[in-house]
């Protein structure tokens, strides 16, 4: 079982940067995909960026150009960097990973977007 921990959300004014990090407990070599999800309220939970474990990464169209996806398989961990962030990247941001028979969810953390 891999546990999966969010941080380095926080309240952060427009135009400005945040990066996230999502740690695993176990290895992350063997995760085929790992990604990050975001849920406002009201909104459907939307896949934001996903990295594959051979590095290939794809964006939703509303981060193309901001964000950035990446994973560091000796640390176990993967990153969002969000730049230019706008009020409407306000939102849970999740971790996901998903292994061949097995998928994982952390539990999210809080970026507010706010001037």
């Known amino acids: 079982q891999v546990q999966l921990v969010e941080s380095g959300g926080g309240l952060v004014q427009p135009g400005g940067s945040l990066r996230l990090s999502c740690a695993a407990s176990?290895?992350?070599?063997?995760?085929?995909?790992m990604a990050w999800y975001r849920q406002a309220p009201g909104k459907q939970r939307e896949l934001v960026a996903h990295?594959?474990?051979?590095?290939?990464?794809d964006y939703a169209d509303s981060v193309k150009g901001r964000f950035t996806i990446s994973r560091d398989n000796a640390k176990n961990t993967v990153y969002l960097q969000m730049n230019s962030l706008k009020p409407e990247d306000t939102a849970v941001y999740s971790c996901?990973?998903?292994?061949?028979?097995?998928?994982?969810w952390g539990q999210g953390t809080q970026v507010t977007v706010s001037s």
């Open positions: 996901y990973a998903r292994q061949t028979f097995s998928n994982y």
């Open positions: 176990g290895s992350i070599f063997s995760m085929n995909v």
């Open positions: 990295i594959t474990s051979g590095g290939s990464t």
